[in-house]
């Protein structure tokens, strides 16, 4: 059986995480906040704009990269009652529901609760990577899906726009304008193993703002024991928040901001707690130029079995847009710090020090050059300092070539990092661990290639092949010789490679189907004379592919039936877990304009299968069934 760190440090786990951490675009793309995209034809859903490729809007076919875009209604026609399950509709991320309320997801490998740090997530431009533990606490973010436009999904590095931590992908939800919103909306649901309510309203303010109030509950019910011991992991609480726009003339103005409350089992006071409030203004200097600043204040705190960790950020950043000639360039900077605070009365695994304010500096700048109609080259640096871990440069180059409107052709080289965490460098347990001073940050040099395009009016097509190169993977090795202390250290390197490719046909004018393939090889080694006491933890649990279907039918002019099915293959490292299908539908009736009645399943194929095999926390997936309304007035 692989030994985890979290096994080594005797429950280095309830640390980390406790158990709960144990100017192309069509008018059809103008207006799809405010209308269904599934009565969009497939040739305007290939027009849709997305900015997370360049940061700059660009219809979906010019992108080079390999971008997946989930629509805000595709969500709301699943059977997905959260953004972790949204995330599935993803074929190009790689989903793990590990307990009622912690989700592994990754792109590109590296899965698992503590592996999965190599995926850089962002709510409207505000990061939700957590910077102490190098991961994403997913049970922390429990937005109303209704106000969900679209979420952009970069399945590869992202680290001259992003920074370090993009490594293997960048995931960008896009919240809907305040305008989009106006009305009231009020959703229940009512299942065996979760319930959920939630109420919006939004109302214009003046000639040019909008603003919209949103309250949500839910409650999910403890699964079943599996891999990990059976633990009461049910979760239940409740999140808050507003969005308002303005708009007047040639700027837009957003402020927005939530606050939320969760209990994670436990003991009577363990739970989450935090808030967040973000402004952003954009200003149109002129048809060729633009400026954007953005500002956001984010806070959590969560306790869990005598641990508490929270972490406080303020962020200020800067971009500037211009296209001048055959450039479009983008440019920017930005400042955050961070605090964190570490407390644990549980063991003897501690922070030193248990607080510590960081400072992050960050410059980049991107151009993509035309260098005839057809051809683009894109090049682009971005440098940050941090005041731990000191300067890291994230370069990319890029080719893009489009001998058609229907055809896209491209491929990339770029390095990204996964920069040290307090916790890789700082965590220390007398005798046993010590402070590992010395670790570097991971590091990824990325070959990608490939193709997006409409074969017909009718189907669309992307194929990306990628070849990563790693190196400075962590380890968990003796300090000297074979004596404790033990301490983290940079002993693994090696490449990964596959394949991922996805598509969608309208077979019928009431019949669409997506199908999604990834694949993945890993052949990562410790280098020579290493011994890795953690036999690979770091490395993550992946299997290597998934398939996914997903049928979306318009069986009436108000009857609509959603079914989704997925292959995932099995597990191959200690304890492996086998190859496993599941389907979810939902079935949905539009009474009126202002009244949809449906019922939805998940995990409908098998009443309980294992997505996870982390020794620690891993419990079995039940089936779901539930019966929702939503009205809208």
């Known amino acids: 059986m692989k030994i985890g760190f979290a096994s080594i440090c005797g429950s280095a786990a309830l640390v980390l995480i406790p158990r709960e951490a144990a100017a192309q675009a069509t008018d059809a793309v103008a207006l799809q906040g405010s209308q269904d995209l599934s009565a969009l034809s497939i040739e305007e859903l290939a027009q849709l704009s997305v900015r997370s490729a360049s940061k700059r809007d660009e219809p979906l076919s010019a992108a080079p990269t390999a971008l997946y875009v ?28 590990v307990d009622a309320r912690q989700y592994a997801i990754s792109a590109r490998g590296f899965n698992g609760i503590q592996s999965s740090n190599k995926l850089l997530a962002l709510i409207d431009g ?5 910077p102490l533990a190098a991961s994403v606490f997913w049970e922390l973010h429990n937005r109303l899906i209704e106000d969900i436009q679209q979420i952009e999904v970069i399945s590869g ?35 065996n193993r979760e319930q ?39 979760f239940h609480g409740w999140q808050s928040g507003f969005r308002a726009d303005f708009a007047p003339s040639a700027s837009h103005f957003t402020i927005q901001g939530d606050i939320f409350d969760s209990d994670t089992g436990g003991l009577p006071d363990d739970g989450n707690r935090g808030h967040n409030l973000l402004a952003r203004w954009t200003q149109q200097l002129s048809p060729f130029s633009s400026l954007q600043v953005q500002a956001y204040y984010d806070y ?21 847009n211009h296209t001048l000639g055959n450039h479009d360039i983008v440019i920017g900077g930005g400042v955050r710090t961070t605090r964190d605070t570490f407390v644990n009365n549980l063991n003897i695994f501690r922070l ?11 410059v980049f700048a991107q151009d993509r050059f035309a260098l005839t109609p057809e051809l683009s080259l894109i090049a682009g640096l971005k440098a940050e300092e941090t005041s731990f871990t000191g300067v890291e440069l994230l370069p990319n180059a890029r080719l893009a070539w ?47 290639a490939g193709y997006r395009g409409q074969p017909s009016a009718a189907i669309t097509l992307s194929i990306s092949a990628f070849y990563n190169l790693y190196d400075d993977i962590r380890s968990t090795e003796f300090s000297t010789g074979f004596v404790l202390p033990i301490r983290l250290q940079n002993g693994y390197r090696g490449h990964i490679w596959g394949i991922e490719a996805w598509g969608t046909a309208q077979l019928l004018p009431w019949w669409r189907l997506n199908v999604g393939l990834a694949t993945l090889w890993k052949d990562l080694e410790l280098e020579e004379g290493r011994v890795d ?39 191959d490292t200690a304890p492996p877990l086998d190859s496993y299908v599941e389907a979810d539908a939902r079935l949905a009736y539009r009474a009126s304009d202002a009244v949809e009645l449906y019922v939805a399943g998940q995990s409908l194929l098998n009443r309980t299968h294992a997505e996870s095999n982390d020794v620690d926390r891993a419990q079995r997936v039940e089936r779901s069934l539930y019966l929702g309304t939503r009205l809208r007035f």
Do not use: C
């Open 402 to 448: 489009q001998p058609s409107e229907r055809a896209l052709l491209w491929a990339a080289v770029s390095r990204a990092v996964r920069t040290p965490s307090r916790i890789d460098r700082q965590l220390v347990a007398t005798g046993l661990l010590a402070p590992a001073t010395n670790f570097n940050s991971e590091k990824l040099v990325a070959f990608e």
């Open 196 to 234: 959920t309510a939630a109420a919006r309203f939004g109302t214009t303010l003046g000639a040019t703002g909008a603003v919209r109030l949103y309250g949500q509950w839910f409650n999910r019910d403890d699964l079943p024991g599996g891999v990990g011991p059976d633990g009461n992991d049910r």
């Open 533 to 571: 006491l953690a036999q690979g933890d770091s490395l993550g649990d992946d299997p290597d592919h998934q398939l996914l279907v997903r049928s979306e039918m318009n069986l009436t002019g108000r009857l609509g039936l959603n079914v989704g099915l997925r292959w995932i293959g099995g597990i």
């Open 300 to 320: 959590f705190r969560r306790e869990f079995l005598l641990t508490r960790d929270s972490l406080q950020t303020f962020d200020v950043e800067a971009q500037y």
């Open 70 to 97: 989930i629509t805000g209604d595709e969500i709301l026609a699943s059977a997905a009652t959260s953004l972790s399950e949204a995330l599935r509709l993803a074929p190009n991320l790689y989903v793990q529901q």
């Open 126 to 130: 505000r990061t939700i990577y957590t």
């Open 157 to 191: 590095p992202g680290g001259t726009l992003y920074g370090p931590n993009a490594v293997n992908g960048v995931i960008n939800f896009i919240t809907r304008d305040a305008h989009d919103t106006i009305g009231t909306l009020v959703r229940a649901t009512a299942g």
């Open 352 to 362: 030193d020090p248990p607080r510590r304010r960081l400072w992050v500096y960050s």
